[in-house]
């Protein structure tokens, strides 16, 4: 009696994307080397031409998916108001930087420590967005301090700094909007993907193992012994990252 190699059980849906679509692309290679019947023609799996192309389109559009960075409607409302936060910046330091040389001895004080005690953010406009928000608010905080507050009053610079903080955290929300919608528009779009390439590889791999008992060939038992060595790797990989998570949560607690 011959010895039957079946395909093993695996938990496809637990995987990430990324751990997804990996799988999915190399499923792909192993159908596609197994290559065609001699001189018959077709797959020597016994799977259709038009199953194999639109499983490698839908793992097209999972690697677009995974490594896609969308631009959201918020790209233009972010854009305007971080150059008004720029502005801003760029005319309180302009302002300091006068008021400095203020004939008015109370000014020039005022606006001498406070050029000093701002200095480090002068070039904070110039930073990645989320490194900027996170500068404007130090810049805030330190002019806002209880002893700076007098030299704050003496150049007139509540007005600004209110401004600059309301543009700040507009800017730091329509970010957390944009990073919300985004993971939405992914989230809904593979699964949809996705479902339908569970239903495609669970074709694949029922009518390939039925296809190895079937008529037998060395490119059937290469595809059942390779898919099952992938799915092996696949399932360690995966138990690999979530143990790193695990301990990752473990060592948060600890602390």
């Known amino acids: 009696m ?13 995987l990430n994307n990324a751990e997804y679509t990996n799988f999915s692309t190399r499923v792909l290679s192993l159908v596609n080397q197994a290559g065609t019947l001699e001189p018959e023609g077709g797959s020597a799996l016994g799977i259709e031409e038009e199953v194999t192309e639109e499983y490698g389109t839908l793992g097209g559009t ?10 959201s409607d918020r790209t233009a409302e972010l854009t ?21 040389s203020s004939p008015l001895t109370e000014e020039r004080k005022a606006a001498t420590s406070l050029y000093n ?27 806002r301090k209880a002893e700076n507050l007098p030299n704050v009053e ?22 957390e909007q944009r990073t919300e919608e985004r993971a939405a528009s992914r989230l809904d779009e593979s699964k949809t993907v996705r ?4 239903e495609l590889y669970d074709y694949i791999s029922t009518v390939a193992f039925v296809q190895s008992v079937a008529s037998p060939t060395d490119a059937t038992a290469t595809f059942v012994t390779n898919l099952n060595a ?5 399932n360690a990989l995966y138990n690999q990252r979530i143990a790193q998570a695990k301990r990752k949560t473990d060592e948060d607690n600890e602390q």
């Open 230 to 234: 992938l799915i092996d790797e696949t």
């Open 62 to 71: 999972m690697g677009d998916i995974v490594a896609q960075s969308r631009i």
């Open 80 to 100: 305007a108001v971080d150059k008004q936060r720029d502005d801003l910046v760029v005319y309180l330091f302009k302002l300091l930087r006068s008021k400095k």
């Open 154 to 175: 003496a150049l007139s610079l509540a007005n600004i700094l209110t401004e600059l903080e309301s543009a700040n955290d507009e800017y730091a929300s329509l970010t």
């Open 195 to 198: 479902a339908r390439m569970d």
């Open 117 to 143: 005690l701002l200095k480090p953010y002068v070039g904070c406009y110039r930073s990645p967005g989320q490194q900027e928000t996170v500068q404007i608010r130090g810049l805030l905080t330190d002019a």
């Open 2 to 14: 011959r010895t039957i190699i079946k395909i093993k059980e695996f938990g496809i849906t637990r």
